[in-house]
């Protein structure tokens, strides 16, 4: 009787050695899979990074910059691309959780987040030498932001054929300029950009310095005269379906009439990254020259205004350092100038000669780095937010009805006597 009993109790031992076999090695493979998922994330941190390139523009950022950066220190980025970047940005530091870099046009914007304490120096993270005083201005000491795409201003893009004498006869011609003030929540800033430009080159650097400062009246005769040139060249407050079609295209749609038969206009006062994108310049060969050509009262020589989308950083981690290094590399500032979707200020990061692009690309490089020329940054983007969107909002009440232009120099007068406004002391690489 026992052998019988002990007979099934023999037997059931192995099965359930068996299964604690089983289980304890699922258990150990189970551990090795977290410490490896563990250690894998370990390798691949995270830097969240707040920008305003989209569509074909974020494919070459994420194709030329972030995905070599991703596979050579494996750190994930995090990449945010949005057109409302200023009001996501502004969301985002509200509610305590702003972005570790963040990519920005505006100078006097960074230079208000610097006041507040968001942003951290980038002393030692960046090249002293890399950059020229226009794109990376220090502020108390410290350096805040670098360009990483520059692009160059005071140009007319014209179609490719169209002969000097026909680009003067349609610069007196309202009709003939190709304008849109259309920019979602930025709309108005193509009309700062004429009376910037028309500024610098009719009065100089030294004059533009000083009102992009917040030291030169918005009453002065010089921006008066700037504003109002603008107006004669444009047609403001005349032909009411001409400045309709101003007010009411998207910038980006501004050129779409030089493909029109017979041609609806011919010339485009743009910055130079609208070659690059899918505009009518495309489509037309769109060449371009400087804009002291075609400005009644040009005098200033060699003088250009400026933008950039620049780096700033926010949180002060290791893995956003890196990438802040990175990015103000020559490497990734020549792969990201090699796409065409814009420039380096660097002057070590151009690309070899055989991959410098068609050539109305390597002749704006060579403008943005020439030496003997004096690069202002863009006075609009230098100027502190709450300026630079009241100024992009008169331009377009000034299109319309340019009686009110005295009202409108009062009002910004006004605005920016504000306190606690934060000027930059330079937005000139040099003055002659």
């Known amino acids: 009787m026992s052998a019988p009993q002990g007979g099934p109790a023999a037997g059931r031992r192995p099965r359930r050695l068996r299964t604690a076999t089983v289980l304890a090695s699922c258990l150990v493979l189970l551990a090795a899979a977290v410490v490896f998922a563990v250690r894998a994330l370990g390798q691949e941190p995270t830097v969240t990074l707040l920008a305003n390139w989209t569509g074909t523009d974020e494919q070459n950022f994420r194709q030329a910059v972030i995905e070599p950066f991703q596979r050579k220190y494996h750190i994930h980025v995090d990449y945010q691309g949005s057109s409302a970047e200023s009001q996501v940005l502004g969301a985002d530091v509200e509610a305590g959780t702003p972005p570790d870099v963040v990519v920005l046009t505006g100078p006097g914007e960074l230079a208000d ?29 410290h350096v805040y932001w670098f360009p990483l795409k520059a692009d160059l201003k005071s140009i007319v893009w014209y ?22 003030m259309g920019s979602g929540a930025t709309s108005g ?53 001409l400045v309709r079609r101003a ?6 749609d501004a050129a779409k009439p030089v ?28 060449r371009y020259e400087p804009s002291a050509r075609l400005i009644p ?10 933008s950039g989308d620049l780096v700033a950083l926010l949180h002060d981690t290791p893995h956003a350092q890196t990438l802040i290094r990175y990015l103000a590399s020559a490497g990734a500032q020549r792969a990201w100038s090699a796409k065409e979707s814009g420039f380096s200020a660097d002057p070590q990061a151009q690309p070899a000669p055989a991959d410098a692009g068609p050539a109305w690309h390597r002749s704006l490089a060579r ?8 690069h202002c940054f863009d006075a609009s983007d230098a100027m502190p937010p709450s ?28 605005l920016g006597h504000a306190p606690n406004l934060t000027w930059l002391p330079s937005v000139c690489d040099h003055t002659p």
């Not at 007010?247 to 980006?252: F, M, V």
């Not at 403008?367 to 004096?374: K, M, N, S």
Request: charged share 25%; with cysteine; proline share 5%.
């Open 387 to 414: 300026v630079r969107d009241a100024f992009a909002e008169a331009t377009i009440e000034y299109l319309a009805d340019p009686r009110r232009l005295d009202t409108l120099l009062a009002s910004l007068d006004t």
């Open 259 to 286: 493909t029109a038969r017979p041609r609806g206009c011919t010339l485009e006062h743009q910055a130079s990254f609208i070659r690059s994108q899918e505009s009518a310049w495309k489509r037309v060969d769109g």
């Open 297 to 306: 009262g040009a005098t200033a020589t060699g003088a250009w205004e400026v």
């Open 367 to 374: 403008t943005l780095l020439d030496e003997r020329a004096v």
């Open 159 to 180: 179609p490719a054929g169209t002969s000097e004498r026909q680009r003067t006869e349609a610069a007196r011609r309202p009709g003939q300029w190709c304008v849109g």
């Open 113 to 141: 987040y610097a006041g507040q304490g968001q942003l951290k120096p980038l002393d030692g993270l960046v090249p002293a030498a890399g950059f020229g005083a226009s794109w990376s201005a220090p502020l108390n000491g």
């Open 247 to 252: 007010l009411k295209t998207p910038y980006q």
């Open 189 to 241: 800033w193509p009309g700062t950009d004429w009376i910037e430009d028309i500024l610098l080159q009719k009065y100089g650097p030294a004059v533009y310095q000083r009102w992009a400062r917040g030291e030169l009246s918005w009453r002065s005769r010089q921006v008066r005269s700037a504003w109002t040139t603008w107006g004669k060249l444009v047609g403001a407050g005349g032909d009411g379906a």
